[in-house]
């Protein structure tokens, strides 16, 4: 779990509603679900990822390895192929193709992080979708009693656009042929060309996080630690106290006893797999949603 304040906890489906008018409706917020209370780091980062073992060195060669076979091998699935050099959207469909990547995920939409926030089954190992064929399953090192849903007002130097920031990181490639996300020393979030169905339908946007401050290079900073998000953290109120830019940060949970009534109540406004997922596996895991509900009537 991780240390920070929750601003609320909902039952229902309009007790979150109300919670984000009440408490999101100053600006362009993003919202991110969790089935699991774990930071806001991206996936290829996570010692669970690797078999326990930390980030490092040689993980890393694995990744762009990885990354670079995604490339090659994508495009006869792909209907619009980004131009190669474009790598924040090529990370931004394997992301959302259940790929580790270096990005995180977010959404303009709250119903939409309400769903990936309730799963069908209960840890320590989640199934948190079923698409159609073989399981996306997260780990958590506990049974939890509660998923997550953050919501993140962006600090407004923080929030740029995929081409904009495709052009800091070809300055940053004359320095380090291999991008590191040391050259990285603010939060960004960026909103993705439309160039995958998933995106759009997700209402997607992404984030990146920096280095660490304590030495350990390559590993970034959750989002909930960063001292321009992080209110609990003397950093953040100094920031404040200069008038410095900063952002918002919220943390809500969702009891583990309500994820099936949430999931009922999110499918009976539209917002499903078929809908989030649009395509035949999204399709075939929404109706196997169905049926499954079907035989306990």
Same mark, same amino acid.
């Given at each position: 779990m991780t240390a920070f304040a929750v601003s609320h906890t909902v039952e229902s489906v309009a007790g979150?509603?109300? &919670?984000? /008018? !009440?408490?999101?409706?100053?600006?362009?917020?993003?919202?991110?679900?969790?089935?699991?209370?774990?930071p806001l780091l991206p996936k290829i980062y996570r010692p669970?990822?690797?078999?326990?073992?930390?980030y490092d060195k040689g993980k890393k060669e694995i990744e762009l390895e990885m990354f670079e076979e995604f490339k090659r091998k994508a495009v006869p699935f792909l209907d619009r192929v980004p131009p190669d050099d474009r790598r924040l959207e090529w990370s931004a469909i394997a992301q959302h193709h259940f790929m580790p990547t270096r990005l995180l995920d977010w959404s303009a939409s709250a119903l939409t992080a309400l769903w990936f926030s309730v799963p069908e089954k209960t840890p320590p190992r989640i199934d948190?979708?079923?698409?159609?064929?073989?399981?996306?399953?997260?780990?958590?090192?506990?049974?939890?009693?509660?998923?997550?849903?953050?919501?993140?007002?962006?600090?407004?130097?923080?929030?740029?656009?995929?081409? &904009?920031? /495709? !052009?800091k990181l070809e300055r940053k490639e004359k320095l380090d042929p291999v991008y590191k996300p040391s050259r990285i020393t603010e939060t960004w979030f960026f909103r993705p060309t439309h160039t995958d169905r998933r995106i759009a339908a997700q209402a997607s946007s992404?984030?990146?996080h920096p280095d660490r401050?304590?030495?350990k290079e390559g590993i970034p900073t959750p989002l909930e630690e960063n001292g321009r998000y992080g209110e609990q953290r003397p950093e953040y109120q100094k920031r404040v106290n200069e008038s410095k830019p900063v952002g918002?940060?919220?943390?809500?949970?969702?009891?583990?006893?309500?994820?099936?009534?949430?999931?009922?109540?999110?499918?009976?406004?539209?917002?499903?797999?078929?809908?989030?997922?649009p395509d035949l596996d999204g399709l075939c895991g929404q109706l196997q949603w169905w049926a499954q509900q079907q035989n306990k009537k």
């Open positions: 979150y509603v109300d &919670h984000i /008018e !009440k408490n999101c409706a100053d600006g362009e917020w993003l919202f991110r679900g969790q089935p699991c209370d774990k669970e990822f690797w078999g326990g073992e930390p948190v979708l079923r698409p159609g064929i073989g399981s996306v399953r997260v780990s958590c090192s506990a049974p939890p009693n509660h998923s997550v849903v953050w919501a993140s007002l962006p600090c407004s130097s923080d929030l740029v656009h995929a081409e &904009h920031w /495709e !052009k992404f984030s990146v401050k304590d030495g918002k940060l919220l943390k809500i949970e969702v009891p583990q006893e309500k994820w099936a009534d949430l999931r009922e109540e999110l499918n009976r406004l539209g917002v499903n797999e078929a809908r989030l997922f």
